[in-house]
């Protein structure tokens, strides 16, 4: 493992054991081995390494969003949605102690959002994502016409990240709640 991949596995060490508050460039310095001016090296802010845990340490919503659009028309929408769900659920409970802290702390907030503008990313691109393949999924009729692809995609993620939120809080028990919010959803979905 290289240096930098061994401060993003500390500063994700860090982060989970401490909070994202509490995870000084000092505290992922000494995890990771190395001075504070490496971190520097390697990540020109804070905010970098942040993004970094967040995007190499964290399971992959990407790679559940690109096999969701080469799904069109394939299997059922029900089983690709499902399947999806099963990721988003997996993603936002990992990434949970990190996006609170964001949340939590003005100043990394704003450079976070900031980091995001510049590059164009953020937590809205897998909806608007779920929400294409839905509508592509819609134009050849195995979603009802009627139905907003785009309410849909909102609808299940926030019933992923709700359930991810809850879990961390309670202990719900190791069910799968994928099945039953894509249920729900296909409820409003399927062509009529």
Known sequence: MGTRDRIVAAA???INELGLARATTREIARAAGCSEALLYKHFSRKE????????????????????LSGQVGVATVVENLEEFARAAI?????SLPLSAGLLAEKSL?????????????GPHLPI??????????????RVGTGADPDAAAAMLMGACFHRAVLTSLVDLGPGDAAPGFVATLMAGLCPR
């Open 109 to 121: 907030l704003e450079s976070f959002r900031a980091m995001l503008a510049e590059t164009g990313g």
């Open 90 to 94: 997996a993603f936002y409970r990992r």
């Open 12 to 14: 994700d060490q860090v």
């Open 128 to 141: 608007m994502l779920l929400g294409t393949y839905l509508r592509e999924e819609q134009k050849i009729g």
């Open 48 to 67: 970098d390494l942040f993004l970094a845990v967040l995007l190499e340490r964290m399971p992959a919503l990407t790679p559940a969003v690109v096999r």
